[in-house]
């Protein structure tokens, strides 16, 4: 139950982000920013949330672990360059994205490959 919600999540930022690519497409003929860069990892996102989805052991290892990186280099940046009390929210930000891999740990058994 767990991962569907967070399938569901995952999947609707991707067609957001997959949505925002297409809308770009005249602007950026026209000379303004292109962002069809994001086309793939939106697609990568919309295929790692159908896994989540569905329960697939293997799109939860690869969201908790793009997850955890994220988080773990959000703490390290911000002690090393950003300033004492905007830290205190980065950090706290950043711990927040390791959550999926604790949620991962929990839930494993219920995952199917």
Not at 46 to 54: E, H, R, S
């Amino acid at each position: 139950m767990t991962f569907r919600a967070i399938g569901t999540i995952v999947i609707a930022f991707a067609i957001v982000c997959l949505l925002l690519v297409a809308v770009n497409r005249y602007p950026a003929a026209h000379g303004g920013r292109d962002l069809s860069g994001g086309t793939f990892p939106a697609t990568a996102l919309l295929v790692i949330g159908v896994g989540l989805f569905f329960g697939k052991r293997l799109a939860a290892i690869l969201f908790a672990l793009i997850t955890g990186i994220m988080g773990v280099w959000l703490c390290i940046g911000s002690l090393i360059s950003v300033p004492m009390p905007f830290a205190l929210i980065n950090i706290a930000m950043g711990l927040g994205l390791l959550s999926p891999c604790i949620a991962v740990r929990r839930h494993w058994s219920e995952l199917k490959w």
